[in-house]
């Protein structure tokens, strides 16, 4: 059974940096893209950034882009997010998420907690 499991998630002051980390199984995980994803609570979930297979290609959400990178450790099954000059406007739940082929259901994890705050 395919499991995301997301880690590094904290409380940090403005303009502080933090990496997340989403350990991934049951899955090949060198075969799918992997996304990560962030919500406020009331709010719907949105895509900050996606990064391909063998992490060549990546894409970033407008308020993601210069601040923060996404990358991947094939050999380790593992997506990490790293997150520099964060704002109070990033504080969100951040997910890890990839789509089951044919069905294109996205898979999450149960996700970490990012505060920005002072």
């Known amino acids: 059974q395919e499991q995301l499991v997301e880690s590094g998630g904290g409380l940090v002051q403005p303009g502080g940096s933090l990496r997340l980390s989403c350990a991934a199984s049951g899955f090949i995980f060198s075969d799918y893209h992997m996304s990560w994803y962030r919500q406020v609570p009331g709010k719907q979930r949105e895509l900050v950034a996606v990064?391909?297979?063998?992490?060549?290609?990546?894409h970033y959400a407008d308020s993601a882009k210069g601040r923060f990178t996404i990358s991947r450790d094939n050999a380790k099954n593992t997506v990490y997010l790293q997150m520099t000059n964060l704002t109070p406007e990033d504080t969100a739940d951040y997910y890890c998420a990839f789509r089951r082929p044919i069905t294109q259901q996205l898979v999450w994890g149960q996700g970490t907690r990012v505060t920005v705050s002072s």
């Open positions: 990064i391909a297979q063998d992490g060549g290609n990546t």
